[in-house]
Nanobody, 119 residues
């Protein structure tokens, strides 16, 4: 089994910064795409950013230029640096990873971490 554990969420004022981390653990042979998604109250879960094992990245238009996704393959960890935060960034942020373990490639999700942007 594989677990994803996020950390780093919290309350921040508009214009502030936060750094989220997500660590994958368990029976892992390799990890493909890792990413961050978010879900605001009353809205559907949406993609924020993804990164491949080779370092290619993709961002939602709403966060381009403000958020940066990165990963440490040796630590099975993905990060999301969030700068210039806006109230509309308030949401539960979820980590997702495509993992090759004991069985076929499987998509796993973390439990989520709350990010609140408010003055």
């Amino acid at each position: 089994q594989v677990q994803l554990v996020e950390s780093g969420g919290g309350l921040v004022q508009p214009g502030g910064s936060l750094r989220l981390s997500c660590v994958a653990s368990g029976n892992i042979f390799s990890i493909g795409v890792m990413g961050w998604y978010r879900q605001a109250p009353g809205k559907q879960r949406e993609l924020v950013a993804t990164t491949t094992s080779g370092g290619s990245t993709n961002y939602a238009d709403s966060v381009k230029g403000r958020f940066t996704i990165s990963r440490d393959n040796a630590k099975n960890t993905v990060y999301l640096q969030m700068n210039s935060l806006k109230p509309e960034d308030t949401a539960v942020y979820y980590c997702r990873a495509n993992v090759l373990g004991l069985g076929p490639i499987t998509t796993y999700w973390g439990q989520g971490t709350q990010v609140t942007v408010s003055s």
